[in-house]
Structures are given as C-alpha cells and as structure tokens.
C-alpha cells in the first residue's frame, strides 16, 4: 500500500522514501548513466585513466566521475561508477574496449566453458577496487545523496558473454539457449550466483539501493522470460534481503512491455524501472499499482531540449504523481547529450 506520511524511524533521503513506498509531492530524480561522456570534465578524468577499464578499477577516479554530475545537478543520487561487463571478467573471461566500438569480451557457448569459470565467490579478488570505490563515495557524498549501487542481470551479461559484443537481436545467446538449454541455464547460474556475491559486498562497502540493469530483456518471451529474466532477478533479491533485510532493490528489465506487469510481486522488487517505450499513463494503471515505479523520459530530450522536454517532464511528474515515483530516463543518458538540457529536465521536475 502506498504510504502519504512517513512512519517513525522511516528513511530520510527521498530516494529511499520512494522506495519505501511513500508518495512525494516533489518525485526524487536521478539519471541512468549520469557520470558519462555528455560531460567534459569526465573526458578529462578518463584521459587521465588512460583506458575505461582502468577508469572502472582505479577507486579514486571512479569516485571521482561518480560525483562530477552531482557536483553540476545536485541529484538525489549517485550511482557507482563502474560497467555490467565486469562481473564476466571477474569470472574469468577477457575483457576489452575497443575504441569507438564497445566492450569486446572472450566468448562463452559450451557447457564446458561455463565449467571453466571461476566458483562465484571468487569473483571479490578482481572486484575489490569496485567495493573501495563504494567507501570513498560513503565518505564524499552529501549527507542528504543516496548511493545506488548495481550489477547487469544475468540474462543481459550472457548475451555479451556468448557474442563476445552487444549485438542487436541477442542471437548467439538465443541460439546458446535453443541449442542446450541446460547448458545455457548453467551460465545463467554461475552468473546469478556471482552477481549475488558481487551486490552483497556492494551493499556491504555502503551502497544504500542496488539496482538489476536487465537492459536486454525484451528479447525474452513466454517461458524465456520466466526462466532467465524473471526468476534470476528473483533469486538475486531474495538472496540479497536474506543476507541485507531491508536492502532496498530496483530492478530494470528493459522493454519487458506487458510483462512489467507483477514484475515486483513477482521478484520481490521495490521498485521498476520502466524505458520509454511505454506510457506513463499505462505504467501508473498497470505498473505502479504495486509500488514505486522509475522513468520514464525519452533520452533524445537531453539532446533536442526545447519546450517539449519540458512538456514531458511535467506530464510524467503529474501523471506519476499519485504514488510513489522517481524520476529518472527511459535508457541512460547519451554522449550527445547537453548539460543544460540536463538541468532544465530537473528545474521542470522540482518546479
């Protein structure tokens, strides 16, 4: 049920108020991707880098870009800077950017491959500089700013780790499930597992909310869905709230369409995250009836600007406006993106 006043010892930040269910008269917002290249001082910090990897692994710099937009927009929350790639390299397989083009990964399509992956547990030893990344942002931030940490869902992780890249249909993995559905369900178990060890120890260097990026699920259907979508992203979470009651999660599984529907119910999820290709008024009638919801601004608005942007904004705060809600983009923000773009979007949903 949605809440309209806070209860003793109920949480402060807006961030975690929505989470908790309560309805604000002002939606707290963040934005996926916030720490990114449409910035220019993050283009200065990765140069120092050298290369992304060592932008990911380097807990100083890290820290560094996560607070930059902060420091420009005044968000209600961070999110770890890091990439939902690096759970596969911690699990053993190579990982690489190549310029221009995305990550590149060494590829997984045989039951005796997912074999040869490191035990989930394993993964801390590659990982730890995330976790240090985490306690310097525990220290750095704004008292009143919560910090959001994550992981990519299994299913979105395996379409890497089969293609070697993104690709556009999700097919290596598609054909990895149709050829030994077994064996694919072993790689989505290993990465369950690894991703529930990768959270926890999130969570326990100080990240506040944890979010399931699940940024391919659109391409699951029916019993797909079920099994490596849905019930992973439900295994994560009980896990994590048994070993972290009360860990607020956000869970994303992209262009799910109908399937948001009971998506929380059915995982355990405090809130969904919704990309913008469905309404806000179908998501307030069919989604946020069971919780809070995070959307669902088109990204292109952060690169054409104009009074639309500012139309949108404010249809989305009103039409959300009856439960609980955060406010945040369809899909992360774009390199082609403008700042003041960015701070009109915000000046609209704070009024």
């Not at 299994?154 to 077994?182: C, I, L, N, S």
């Not at 699951?220 to 048994?242: E, S, V, W, Y």
């Not at 995250?273 to 309404?279: E, F, K």
């Amino acid at each position: 049920m949605t809440q309209t006043a806070q209860a003793p010892n109920a949480p402060t930040k807006t961030i975690l108020r929505a989470l908790a269910g309560e309805k604000q008269a002002v939606p707290p917002i963040w934005m996926m991707r916030q720490a990114g290249r449409y910035l220019p001082e993050y283009k200065a910090t990765r140069a120092q880098a050298g290369d992304f990897l060592s932008l990911c692994y380097t807990p100083e710099l890290a820290a560094e870009v996560t607070l930059q937009p902060l420091r420009r927009f005044q968000f209600d929350a961070a999110i770890l800077f890091a990439d939902i790639l690096l759970i596969g390299q911690a699990l053993g397989a190579k990982l690489w950017f190549a310029e221009g083009e995305g990550p590149r990964m060494s590829t997984v399509t045989s039951r005796a491959q997912v074999a040869a992956l490191k035990p989930a547990q394993d993964v801390h030893e590659v990982l730890s500089p995330i976790y240090e990344t985490l306690r310097i942002l525990t220290r750095e931030l704004p008292r009143d700013t919560t910090l959001i940490g994550f992981a990519g869902a299994p299913w979105t992780v395996a379409t890497y780790m089969t293609a070697g890249r993104g690709t556009k249909d999700q097919g290596p993995a598609h054909a990895f499930m149709q050829a030994d559905r077994e064996g694919f369900s072993m790689l989505i178990d290993a990465l369950t597992d690894a991703t529930i060890e990768y959270l926890s120890a999130q969570i326990s260097a100080g990240a506040e909310v944890v979010k399931l990026f699940d940024s391919w699920a659109g391409s699951l259907k029916g019993a797909d869905f079920d099994d490596f979508a849905l019930q992973p992203t439900a295994t994560i979470i009980a896990a994590l709230k048994a070993r972290h009651p009360g860990i607020p999660i956000i869970a994303f599984p992209r262009e799910a369409g109908d399937r948001y529907i009971g998506f929380a119910k059915a995982t355990g999820a405090d809130c969904v995250a919704l990309d913008n290709s469905v309404s806000a008024d179908w998501a307030a009638a069919h989604v946020q009836v069971d919780g809070c919801v995070q959307g669902n601004l088109a990204p292109k608005y952060m690169v054409e600007g104009g009074a639309e942007l500012v139309t949108e904004t404010k249809r989305i705060v009103k039409t959300f406006g009856n439960g609980p809600h955060i406010f945040n983009l369809g899909h992360g923000i774009t390199p082609d993106a403008k700042p003041e773009n960015v701070l009109r979007m915000i000046e609209a949903v704070r009024g």
